[in-house]
């Protein structure tokens, strides 16, 4: 049922509403769950009448009024709870479990992939071309002090996938029973609790790097073999489109079926893949810069002068300026409160930024992706136009900051007036800024709808497009411009017997915890489970 507190009410008046919502006595309420929590921050005129909107679930003693639960239940003031569900199935066929499955990539989508195949009693090889979570530190940390990059072992390859490097954020619009058991392994794994709740779910870079070896080490308690280092070039392929092995920089694997969860960078392996037979097609994807305010303008403007942030936490925004004339829509994406914004790149001369932020949201700094939808209208018609379109813009920002991965950049007042900056405002971002003028960077089309879009998300946010906000750039990778197409309901790719795209990378989904539902859901299909 929902439930609202004002911002400065106690969770403790839960119970109370709840009751009182139902039409029983508080003695009645056995059990209170909060399944939901989300911060109304929108302004009432010029007012902040800030507020917390909590769905909680309640068990109900035997003794509690039966007439008013039914009642309550046909005004919709409340509803049954859904059954919950998990990884292990009982309808697999005892057959299955005598095959071995390859899981390629190590990200979201192939972990949990991996996770529910071993579950059940699979045995799983899970391959990924870059290092553990270790050794991918290390290589981190070569790159920030060498700035070369290693096309193997990188921000973007190995274990966590992308998203080891990027927040850990996990609210998505995906809708699926699966979510519910995925967060309680992150949960048992180290993760705070109240990600099981939260509306804006966050676990922290910081904390993802803890909690990754805590599931490698589960994983592999349930027999699931690791392949660190290890990139797939080919598939071995039976006439029948069955693929039986693949073909490795460590070897030969054979294998019974195959989870294929590259991620959208791993541009290479889906080439290679599609000259074997594995359909492809183009798709639209969103393309951008990346924007950065005081952390404190954001705060202030979400939420007013003299807000308790202790309980409010740092504020965050979504926001949304749709189509207008000549100008496409545009909205924020991937909005890192108190974050950094980090050069997201595998391949050497090519420049891409994205957002991350530790679970304390330290920094000063508000980041946020400022994107708009990109089509065959831009890109041109051909399966790769859009990843050459991609490719072309991230080398070009490459070049305009210098070539050694300085960050072009422009204050947001800059931009939307025209005018190179003579001066720049701080940044997160730790490898340095080139003051260029994006506004001529990009193609005219978007510019002129990025600066609509500025123009519309000051009214909403004061000081947005004002003088001490940056714009810097390229985002590109938010989302990925091909698809693997699929089964509607076997989830098999396109005249395959035994493989599964899932992910990002498959054109299924959007970030984690979609990337997660993905893998999961496709591993029961590979299972023959029909949902």
């Given at each position: 049922?929902?439930?609202?507190?004002?911002?400065?009410?106690?969770?403790?008046?839960?119970?109370?509403?709840?009751?009182?919502?139902?039409?029983?006595?508080?003695?009645?309420?056995?059990?209170?769950?909060?399944?939901?929590?989300?911060?109304?921050?929108?302004?009432?005129?010029?007012?902040?009448?800030?507020?917390?909107?909590?769905?909680?679930?309640?068990?109900?003693?035997?003794?509690?009024?039966?007439?008013?639960?039914?009642?309550?239940?046909?005004?919709?003031?409340?509803?049954?709870?859904?059954?919950?569900?998990?990884?292990?199935?009982?309808?697999?066929?005892?057959?299955?479990?005598?095959?071995?499955?390859?899981?390629?990539?190590?990200?979201?989508?192939?972990?949990?992939?991996?996770?529910?195949?071993?579950?059940?009693?699979?045995?799983?090889?899970?391959?990924?071309?870059?290092?553990?979570?270790?050794?991918?530190?290390?290589?981190?940390?070569?790159?920030?002090?060498?700035?070369?990059?290693?096309?193997?072992?990188?921000?973007?390859?190995g274990e966590g996938g992308a998203g080891t490097y990027s927040d850990g954020k996990l609210y998505t619009r995906t809708q699926h029973a699966i979510e519910?058991?995925?967060?309680?392994?992150?949960?048992?794994?180290?993760?705070?609790?109240?990600?099981?709740?939260?509306?804006?779910?966050?676990?922290?870079?910081?904390?993802?790097?803890?909690?990754?070896?805590?599931?490698?080490?589960?994983?592999?308690?349930?027999?699931?073999?690791?392949?660190?280092?290890?990139?797939?070039?080919?598939?071995?392929?039976?006439?029948?489109?069955?693929?039986?092995?693949?073909?490795?920089?460590?070897?030969?694997?054979?294998?019974?079926?195959?989870?294929?969860?590259?991620?959208?960078?791993?541009?290479?392996?889906?080439?290679?893949?599609?000259?074997?037979?594995?359909?492809?097609?183009?798709?639209?994807?969103?393309?951008?810069?990346?924007?950065?305010?005081?952390?404190?303008?954001?705060?202030?403007?979400?939420?007013?002068?003299?807000?308790?942030?202790?309980?409010?936490?740092?504020?965050?925004?979504?926001?949304?300026?749709?189509?207008?004339?000549?100008?496409?829509?545009?909205?924020?994406?991937?909005?890192?409160?108190?974050?950094?914004?980090?050069?997201?790149?595998?391949?050497?001369?090519?420049?891409?930024?994205?957002?991350?932020?530790?679970?304390?949201?330290?920094?000063?700094?508000?980041?946020?992706?400022?994107?708009?939808?990109?089509?065959?209208?831009?890109?041109?018609?051909?399966?790769?136009?859009?990843?050459?379109?991609?490719?072309?813009?991230?080398?070009?920002?490459?070049?305009?900051?210098?070539?050694?991965?300085?960050?072009?950049?422009?204050?947001?007042?800059?931009?939307?007036?025209?005018?190179?900056?003579?001066?720049?405002?701080?940044?997160?971002?730790?490898?340095?800024?080139?003051?260029?003028?994006?506004?001529?960077?990009?193609?005219?089309?978007?510019?002129?709808?990025?600066?609509?879009?500025?123009?519309?998300?000051?009214?909403?946010?004061?000081?947005?497009?004002?003088?001490?906000?940056?714009?810097?750039?390229?985002?590109?990778?938010?989302?990925?411009?091909?698809?693997?197409?699929?089964?509607?309901?076997?989830?098999?790719?396109?005249?395959?017997?035994?493989?599964?795209?899932?992910?990002?990378?498959?054109?299924?989904?959007?970030?984690?915890?979609?990337?997660?539902?993905?893998?999961?859901?496709?591993?029961?299909?590979?299972?023959?489970?029909?949902?």
């Open positions: 049922m929902a439930i609202t507190l004002a911002a400065e009410e106690p969770e403790s008046l839960l119970r109370a509403k709840c009751a009182q919502q139902i039409g029983i006595s508080e003695d009645e309420i056995v059990d209170l769950r909060i399944a939901h929590r989300s911060l109304d921050a929108r302004r009432r005129g010029r007012r902040h009448e800030l507020k917390f909107v909590f769905h909680v679930d309640v068990g109900l003693s035997a003794s509690a009024e039966a007439t008013a639960v039914d009642q309550a239940l046909k005004a919709g003031r409340a509803r049954p709870i859904q059954e919950s569900v998990d990884f292990v199935r009982v309808e697999i066929e005892a057959s299955k479990r005598d095959q071995r499955f390859a899981v390629v990539g190590a990200g979201p989508a192939g972990l949990y992939a991996a996770w529910t195949l071993a579950a059940n009693g699979v045995r799983v090889d899970l391959i990924d071309r870059g290092p553990a979570l270790q050794d991918r530190g290390r290589a981190l940390a070569l790159f920030n002090k060498t700035r070369d990059v290693d096309p193997e072992r990188n921000i973007l390859y519910a058991p995925i967060v309680r392994t992150l949960i048992e794994a180290g993760a705070a609790p109240e990600i099981a709740f939260d509306a804006r779910a966050h676990v922290g870079t910081d904390r993802l790097h803890r909690i990754l070896p805590v599931l490698r080490a589960r994983l592999e308690e349930m027999g699931v073999r690791f392949h660190f280092d290890t990139r797939v070039d080919a598939l071995g392929i039976r006439g029948d489109k069955r693929v039986v092995e693949l073909e490795t920089s460590s070897g030969t694997m054979p294998c019974d079926g195959v989870i294929l969860a590259l991620g959208h960078s791993a541009r290479d392996t889906i080439r290679s893949f599609y000259k074997q037979g594995l359909e492809l097609e183009a798709k639209p994807f969103q393309l951008g810069l990346r924007i950065e305010h005081p952390q404190a303008l954001i705060d202030e403007g979400r939420f007013g002068a003299g807000a308790d942030l202790a309980r409010l936490g740092h504020a965050y925004y979504s926001l949304v300026a749709k189509a207008e004339g000549e100008a496409s829509a545009v909205h924020s994406f991937c909005m890192c409160p108190g974050g950094q914004i980090v050069a997201a790149v595998a391949q050497p001369g090519l420049l891409c930024t994205n957002g991350m932020s530790n679970s304390k949201h330290s920094s000063p700094f508000a980041n946020s992706g400022l994107v708009m939808t990109l089509g065959p209208r831009e890109f041109g018609d051909g399966v790769f136009a859009g990843v050459d379109y991609q490719e072309a813009l991230e080398r070009r920002f490459f070049e305009a900051g210098g070539g050694d991965y300085s960050v072009p950049t422009q204050r947001v007042i800059d931009f939307v007036e025209g005018r190179a900056s003579s001066r720049l405002g701080r940044s997160s971002y730790r490898l340095g800024s080139t003051s260029v003028r994006i506004d001529e960077l990009l193609p005219e089309s978007m510019t002129t709808a990025l600066r609509a879009g500025i123009r519309k998300f000051e009214r909403q946010l004061p000081g947005y497009s004002g003088e001490e906000g940056v714009l810097v750039g390229i985002e590109s990778r938010s989302s990925g411009p091909i698809r693997m197409p699929r089964d509607r309901i076997t989830r098999l790719a396109s005249g395959f017997e035994n493989l599964w795209p899932v992910g990002e990378g498959a054109g299924y989904a959007g970030g984690i915890m979609s990337a997660a539902i993905d893998g999961a859901r496709s591993a029961w299909a590979a299972l023959g489970i029909r949902e």
